[in-house]
């Protein structure tokens, strides 16, 4: 069993920054390609960034591209998604997802698990 902690979220202003956290436990960190994804209020399930289990991939939807950043910290079981010039768009929940072993997923459906959530709330 794998479990997944979302921290970070928060409230800010549209153009602020975020960093969320991911902290995972279970087996070795670094078997599980990693991904972030976020739903918001009446919308569906949005898939945003993924990252392989080494860290040397990454994956960014258009919609996020340029402004985060997924990375990973092997050492302390934990990725990371920095979130910069964030928009009210970008209001949702964000769900912290891991798949075991494999490349890299690009679809919510592909993970094994996901966290709790964190909410991120950004106003104009």
């Known amino acids: 069993q794998v479990q997944l902690v979302e921290s970070g979220g928060g409230l800010v202003q549209a153009g602020g920054s975020l960093r969320l956290s991911c902290a995972v436990s279970?087996?070795?960190?670094?078997?599980?390609?990693m991904g972030w994804s976020r739903q918001a209020p009446g919308k569906e399930r949005e898939f945003v960034v993924a990252i392989s289990r080494s860290g040397a991939s990454t994956y960014y939807a258009d919609s996020v591209k340029g402004r985060f950043t997924i990375s990973r910290d092997n050492a302390k079981n934990t990725v990371y998604l920095q979130m910069n010039s964030l928009k009210p768009e970008d209001t949702a929940v964000y769900y912290c997802?891991?798949?075991?072993?494999?490349?890299?997923?690009?679809?919510?459906?592909?993970?094994?698990?996901w966290g709790q959530g964190t909410q991120v709330t950004v106003s104009s």
């Open positions: 997802g891991s798949k075991y072993y494999g490349g890299i997923y690009v679809r919510t459906q592909d993970y094994d698990y």
């Open positions: 279970g087996r070795t960190f670094s078997s599980y390609s």
